[in-house]
C-alpha cells in the first residue's frame, strides 16, 4: 500500500535523535519557523527590530545579552510603516553616521560593505511572492515583516484565514530554513495577560513558534517571552 507522508508511530519518534531547534537569537528567534514581537504603540518596536538586523549585517555575536547565531548574516526587511526617507534617518542614527560622512545630497560618500547584506521591501502588496523571489535566490538569515497588520489584508478576527495566511509563511521559514519574525500590536485599553492583548485572533499566536513582548517604562525598555 502507498505510505502515508509524514506519519509516525509513537516509537518511531523516540527511535531517531531528538530534532534539534537551532537559533538565530538564542532561545527567543528560532530558524525554520515564525516569531512575533508584539506590544504597544511608542514601545520602540520597529526601533528594536532594525537594530537586530544591523546586529545580524555586523556579525555581531550578542544581541542585547543573548547568543546570536548567524549563518548567511543576511537580512530581508518589509517596512510597510516606514518609508525611504524615515529608514535613511533611523540607519544612519542606529549606524553611527555623521553628516560629513554625506554629500549635500545625503548620498554616502564610502560604501559601507555591510549594507550588502540587507534589502528593504517597502511594500504591502504581494509581499510573500516577493519574499519568495529573494530567498530563492539567496539565503536570509531573518525576514522581518513590520507591520502584519498591513501585510495581512483580511479580518483580523478570522482564525482560519490568519491561519492559513500564517501557514504559507511558515512553508517558506521551514522551506529555506530562515526566520521570520512579524511585528504586531496589542489591542488599544485591554487589561489582561499580554499574550491575551495581541490584537486579532487567537490564530497568530498559535502559529507562533516564539512570541517576544516589548514593554517600556520610565526611558527603558523590557524584552520578555509570553
Given at each position: 500500500?502507498?505510505?502515508?507522508?509524514n506519519?509516525?508511530?509513537?516509537?518511531?519518534?523516540?527511535?531517531?535523535?531528538?530534532?534539534?531547534?537551532?537559533?538565530l537569537v538564542d532561545k527567543r528567534i528560532p530558524y525554520g519557523s515564525l516569531s512575533?514581537?508584539?506590544?504597544?504603540?511608542?514601545?520602540?518596536?520597529?526601533?528594536?527590530?532594525?537594530q537586530l538586523a544591523i546586529s545580524i549585517i555586523k556579525r555581531e555575536r550578542t544581541f542585547l545579552g543573548y547568543n546570536l547565531i548567524t549563518r548567511s548574516k543576511k537580512v530581508l526587511y518589509v517596512s510597510t510603516e516606514d518609508g525611504l526617507a524615515f529608514t535613511h534617518e533611523r540607519l544612519s542614527k542606529q549606524l553611527g553616521y555623521s553628516e560629513d560622512m554625506f554629500s549635500s545630497d545625503g548620498i554616502l560618500l564610502e560604501k559601507d560593505p555591510n549594507l550588502s547584506n540587507i534589502w528593504f521591501l517597502f511594500d504591502n502588496k504581494d509581499v510573500i511572492d516577493s519574499i519568495t523571489q529573494l530567498l530563492e535566490t539567496e539565503s536570509i538569515d531573518l525576514v522581518i515583516v513590520d507591520a502584519y497588520s498591513d501585510v495581512f489584508e483580511e479580518?483580523?478576527?478570522?482564525?482560519n484565514k490568519v491561519r492559513q495566511?500564517?501557514?504559507?509563511?511558515?512553508?517558506?521559514?521551514?522551506?529555506?530554513?530562515?526566520?521570520?519574525?512579524?511585528?504586531?500590536?496589542?489591542?488599544?485599553?485591554i487589561r489582561t495577560k499580554a499574550?491575551?492583548?495581541?490584537?486579532?485572533?487567537?490564530?497568530?499566536?498559535?502559529?507562533?513558534?516564539?512570541?517576544?513582548?516589548?514593554?517600556?517604562?520610565?526611558?527603558?525598555?523590557?524584552l520578555k517571552t509570553i
Amino acid at each position: 500500500s502507498k505510505k502515508i507522508e509524514n506519519l509516525y508511530k509513537g516509537w518511531d519518534i523516540f527511535s531517531m535523535p531528538k530534532p534539534k531547534i537551532h537559533w538565530l537569537v538564542d532561545k527567543r528567534i528560532p530558524y525554520g519557523s515564525l516569531s512575533a514581537l508584539v506590544g504597544e504603540s511608542g514601545t520602540g518596536k520597529s526601533t528594536f527590530l532594525s537594530q537586530l538586523a544591523i546586529s545580524i549585517i555586523k556579525r555581531e555575536r550578542t544581541f542585547l545579552g543573548y547568543n546570536l547565531i548567524t549563518r548567511s548574516k543576511k537580512v530581508l526587511y518589509v517596512s510597510t510603516e516606514d518609508g525611504l526617507a524615515f529608514t535613511h534617518e533611523r540607519l544612519s542614527k542606529q549606524l553611527g553616521y555623521s553628516e560629513d560622512m554625506f554629500s549635500s545630497d545625503g548620498i554616502l560618500l564610502e560604501k559601507d560593505p555591510n549594507l550588502s547584506n540587507i534589502w528593504f521591501l517597502f511594500d504591502n502588496k504581494d509581499v510573500i511572492d516577493s519574499i519568495t523571489q529573494l530567498l530563492e535566490t539567496e539565503s536570509i538569515d531573518l525576514v522581518i515583516v513590520d507591520a502584519y497588520s498591513d501585510v495581512f489584508e483580511e479580518e483580523m478576527n478570522h482564525a482560519n484565514k490568519v491561519r492559513q495566511f500564517l501557514t504559507e509563511y511558515g512553508k517558506l521559514a521551514d522551506q529555506y530554513g530562515c526566520a521570520i519574525l512579524f511585528m504586531h500590536h496589542f489591542g488599544k485599553g485591554i487589561r489582561t495577560k499580554a499574550k491575551h492583548k495581541i490584537l486579532g485572533s487567537a490564530g497568530f499566536e498559535q502559529k507562533m513558534r516564539s512570541i517576544l513582548s516589548l514593554d517600556r517604562k520610565e526611558d527603558q525598555s523590557f524584552l520578555k517571552t509570553i
